[in-house]
């Protein structure tokens, strides 16, 4: 398993009105347990007592570490939880003037991270450091109260975590290092930035037996002058001109088009630099891979003559519909060249960007310069469909800024190729623990990166916007069903010329739509173009979008906010709801306990067997009644723990609660409602039939049953059009997995529109477990 790689940095420099400031910078992928992370921390302390001796009470990088995995699943943001400090908020009486005291701060840190038990020590570490910093630089404007820190540092530092762009920091990064602030870095400065780094290296698992030397070239080549120290400004002006160490410091370089977008990698198999030419050495990461062509380097060659990245967008209207071979230095040891045939050896071939077929370098004149894109040209946007346009094209500003912006200030329209149909994919990468990220990394490189979207930056709407003026796309959604809804929700808002369909790529815990759809149960790995071969074989089909109204019975008694308004694939409440609930409030305290699908189905598991046993939503039929188009349904006969409403055949990651017809009636028109019982028996499910079914449920044992196929089908109540229910205590509620405690309240659903979504040849493989 590869993990990205990850550094840190704490950074005190002087903020406003004098307030001291504190920044941690890390990189790459956290998903680390806390359990390994503390053993693992414990064992790096030890081994470092002698050299860290001066050090004493510092926080490590590997607290660093921790802090930001933290960070990484929060959904808060600073500004967000710092509304509490303020008059009304919940921390208020931990402020005094422009201070909090140290239970303000350590509620800070719970709201703002969405834990409950974040670690005691890391907390009083992190407190001490704004507390040293305002003795170092105390604001001469305020009376500092014994004890306390200033809300502004706190405030700047956790905010230029989430939003600092890469100058700043490595201004905060030399303030910081600068110990003696003589506005430069000298030898023993330098030294503690590499011992730093190497630490934080060694810690995540980087082979760093040869980084030590690379960091000091580095550091070594931003000296301009050759003084022997470094000035703020060399420090930055190098810094922002290096890649390798802009990799290392966490900061995310401006993308330009026909850039490099660096990771640090581990190859498990002998691969060479293609600017050096010699082998990448080391048991662990030994160099830097580009996310949009593969191409290979060592870190201290990344700033060196690399070919060009690929390019993205043509630059002239007269490039539009050119379709020529992009060829880029590729590993194409063992494969055979497109022109004399014979196998191609290490460091003498050359692959196209977009069609994927190989020659050796001294082929590449020989044979014919036009590109088809290969295996997936239905599929990808290539860069003579998109173009850069001036804003005085002729185009509004508005239709400039919808038709999409780059790093270079150029607008971006896209000219699609005929017969095409390009698509377009969303991921969401902290779906199916790392599983989001490598997928995002897959597809930047099968298509142009410009059609791959992370949701962590921006959601889907620049996106959409992108595509927007396009009458004939595709879109696949890489996350859970929750990621599938919020796309879909997106589009309908969106101004598109038309809908696009849907295909789901499962990287989700239940996925009950993906299931539905036949794209399977869950991603293991597959060819991705194998999948997007799938996509184009997939069929058209409709499904329900519903409304879900909630009036509270009493406005002045609060609840949780509702999380959706929309149903996708079904609501519920009782005692499934209430294993959902138990299950999202865990993992609000403690995210990094929920970071794998199978780990997530051993939780719920537990939830369901302490739900087994408190037996909390029994005699449901007491608290709520159910009305559908006017009919009232009878449930004084049952006893039931549970009510779920359902538009698709799937809940529980898999569970068919309405179960299989039979004997299915064949109506030239579906009655609005029926509650018949023997009617019910002949009613099948369709998620497009703008009808739903109401099912109840026993308990979580009965659960269990149709679960594992030991009972059909959970009891049948009624399908309607419409559907009210009443409660009259607060119960458990959820919509589509998002769970919340309702107090009394009145439920409307009604038919809200249909969205296009894309089925998969139900016999086909495609690399997803089914169930």
């Not at 905060?172 to 030898?187: P, V």
């Not at 869950?522 to 999948?531: A, K």
């Not at 030239?668 to 009613?683: G, H």
């Not at 998620?687 to 044992?701: R, T």
Request: with cysteine.
């Amino acid at each position: 398993m590869i993990r990205t790689t990850s550094c840190f940095f704490l950074h005190r420099i002087a903020g406003h009105n004098g307030a001291a400031q504190l920044l941690v910078e890390t990189i790459g992928n956290k998903n680390h347990e806390p359990q390994r992370c503390q053993r693992k921390a414990e064992r790096l302390k030890t081994d470092n007592m002698a050299t860290e001796s001066d050090l004493e009470n510092e926080i490590s990088p590997v607290d660093f570490i921790q802090l930001q995995e933290y960070i990484e699943y929060s959904r808060i943001k600073v500004k967000d939880a710092m509304k509490e400090f303020h008059a009304g908020g919940k921390l208020v009486h931990h402020r005094f003037g422009d201070h909090i005291d140290a239970a303000g701060f350590s509620l800070f840190l719970k709201t703002y991270l969405e834990v409950e038990d974040f670690p005691a020590d890391l907390c009083q570490r992190l407190y001490w450091y704004f507390q040293r910093s305002e003795q170092c630089c105390p604001d001469q404007g305020h009376h500092t109260k014994d004890g306390c820190v200033s809300l502004k540092a706190v405030s700047c530092y956790f905010s230029i975590l989430e939003d600092g762009n890469p100058r700043d920091k490595l201004e905060y990064t030399f303030k910081l290092y600068d110990k003696d602030d003589n506005g430069h870095l000298d030898s023993k400065e330098v030294d503690k930035i590499v011992t730093q780094m190497m630490q934080a290296a060694e810690y995540l698992g980087w082979d760093v037996t040869e980084l030590k030397p690379v960091l000091r070239d580095m550091l070594k080549a931003i000296d301009i002058d050759s003084s022997g120290t470094l000035t703020q400004q060399e420090w930055i002006q190098g810094g922002l001109n290096n890649i390798p160490l802009l990799v290392l410091l966490g900061l995310k370089v401006a993308e330009k088009d026909g850039q490099h977008v660096w990771r640090l990698k581990n190859f498990n198999r002998p691969t060479y630099c293609f600017v050096c030419q010699n082998m990448m050495l080391g048991l662990r990461k030994q160099g830097l891979s580009c996310n949009f062509c593969k191409y290979t380097v060592h870190s201290s060659c990344a700033n060196k003559n690399c070919t060009p990245c690929v390019r993205t967008f043509v630059r002239s209207k007269t490039e539009i519909g050119c379709s020529v071979h992009d060829w880029i230095s590729a590993d194409c040891e063992s494969n055979k060249c497109e022109i004399c045939h014979k196998k191609i050896k290490m460091l003498t071939g050359k692959s196209c960007a977009w069609c994927h077929r190989m020659r050796h370098s001294d082929c590449v004149p020989l044979g014919s310069s036009h590109c088809d894109c290969g295996l997936l040209q239905h599929h990808i946007l290539p860069p003579w469909a998109i173009c850069a346009m001036d804003s005085s094209s002729g185009s509004s500003l508005e239709e400039n800024y919808l038709a999409n912006i780059n790093s270079d200030g150029h607008f971006l329209q896209i000219f699609p190729v005929k017969d095409t149909n390009p698509l377009l994919v969303f991921v969401n990468p902290k779906s199916g623990g790392k599983q989001g990220k490598r997928v995002l990394r897959k597809f930047q490189y099968l298509l142009n990166p410009r059609q791959v979207y992370n949701l962590d930056n921006g959601g889907p709407n620049p996106g959409l916007q992108f595509f927007q003026n396009l009458h004939k796309c595709r879109v696949l959604v890489c996350g859970g069903d929750g990621t599938v809804g919020w796309i879909l929700d997106a589009i309908d808002k969106a101004d598109m010329a038309i809908r696009p369909p849907v295909a789901i790529l499962p990287l989700g815990t239940g996925n009950d739509l993906a299931r539905c759809l036949h794209w399977g149960g869950g991603y293991e790995g597959s060819d991705l173009t194998e999948i997007i071969k799938q996509i184009e074989k997939s069929i058209l089909v409709k499904m329900d979008r519903w409304s879900l109204q909630v009036i509270p019975a009493d406005t002045a008694d609060e609840g949780d906010p509702v999380p959706n308004d929309i149903i996708y694939n079904y609501f519920s409440l009782g005692v499934d709801a209430s294993i959902a609930h138990q299950f999202h409030v865990m993992r609000e305290k403690n995210p990094q306990k929920f970071n794998s699908r199978a780990r997530n189905k051993l939780w719920y598991f537990q939830f369901a067997t302490s739900e087994t046993i408190s037996a909390s939503c029994r005699n449901l039929k007491e608290c709520l009644t159910i009305e559908c188009c006017g009919v009232p349904v009878e449930l004084s006969r049952l006893s039931l723990e549970g009510i779920a409403v359902l538009n698709i055949p799937s809940m529980h990651g898999g569970s068919n609660l309405w179960g299989e017809t039979k004997r299915a009636e064949k109506l030239k028109k579906r009655q609005e409602v029926t509650v018949d019982p023997d009617a019910l028996e002949m009613c099948s499910q369709d998620m497009n039939d703008k009808l739903l079914e109401v099912v109840g449920l026993e308990s979580v044992v009965e659960m269990g049953q149709i679960y594992t196929g030991l009972k059909s089908k959970a009891h049948r109540l009624v399908q309607a059009a419409h559907i009210t229910i009443r409660t009259y205590k607060t119960l458990p509620m959820q919509i589509d997995g998002e769970p919340w405690m309702q107090p009394p309240c009145t439920i409307h659903i009604t038919h809200k529109n249909q969205a296009n979504m894309l089925m998969a040849a139900p016999a086909t493989s495609l690399g997803c477990f089914p169930k």
